[in-house]
């Protein structure tokens, strides 16, 4: 079975920074991977996904994530955050008609 | 148009209690799934719809939780004598296909407090 780990529960910037999040998945084939964000008392939206195509994947509000097969990772970047930015992440692996298995989430504070 | 909505938004039951939770997907979504999350975690899979037809209910807690979606578009979850332990916020998802590689469109949810 498919499974995400997500490093750290809580990240902290400043505005301005540098944002990276990161995703490390386990799956015996080829997944598709996702990255939603949710605010407080709000559903998941979803910022990117990777469904095996370019493993550099552009998403919504600046954010990107690559998938590096050799590291079963797919961290998401944003180059300088903003303080709209401060949510919960959530990555999430699927495998073909099989349902999203999430990680706990990574709480994102960004610092003015 | 108009993305998922679920109702209630709060829910407080007391503990024996039965509880339904409705969910509106988008118009034509195929695909309908229920989530559980608890305080300070992912959601969790409970139960998957194709139209009608519940493909996967392998997440359902128990048998205390049962869901429906008779006529393809709204679903409800209904939980039957309500345990401290099914406190969560429950989400919703819709979505267009069956691939697993198109996005869901989750509501807000509803957050269940049982007393």
């Known amino acids: 079975a498919q499974s995400v780990t997500q490093l750290g529960s809580h990240v902290s910037v400043s505005e301005g920074a540098l944002v990276l999040l990161r995703c490390n998945y386990s799956?015996?084939?080829?997944?598709?991977l996702f990255w939603y964000v949710q605010y407080p008392n709000q559903g998941l939206q979803l910022l990117l996904k990777y469904t095996s195509a370019a493993t550099l994947v552009k998403g919504i509000n600046g954010f990107e994530a690559e998938f590096k097969k050799s590291e079963t990772s797919f961290h998401l970047t944003k180059p300088s955050a903003h303080m709209s930015d401060a949510a919960e992440y959530f990555c999430a692996v699927s495998v073909r008609n099989t349902p999203l298995v999430f990680g706990k989430g990574t709480r994102l504070s960004v610092i003015a | 148009g108009a993305g998922v909505s679920q109702s209630p938004r709060y829910k407080v039951a007391k503990r024996g209690q039965d509880v339904a939770l409705r969910c509106d997907p988008i118009?034509?979504?195929?695909?309908l799934f229920w989530y559980q999350q608890a305080l300070g975690q992912g959601p969790e899979f409970l139960t998957y719809?194709?139209?009608?037809?519940?493909?996967?209910k392998s997440g359902l807690p128990s048998d205390r939780f049962f869901a429906e979606r008779p006529e393809g578009s709204v679903s409800t979850l209904k939980i039957q004598r309500t345990q401290q332990e099914d406190s969560a916020v429950y989400l919703c998802a819709s979505s267009p296909g069956t691939s697993g590689k198109e996005e869901q469109f989750f509501g807000p949810g509803t957050r269940l407090t049982v007393l």
């Open positions: 719809f194709q139209n009608e037809a519940q493909l996967d």
């Open positions: 799956s015996s084939v080829p997944p598709y």
């Open positions: 118009s034509g979504h195929v695909s």
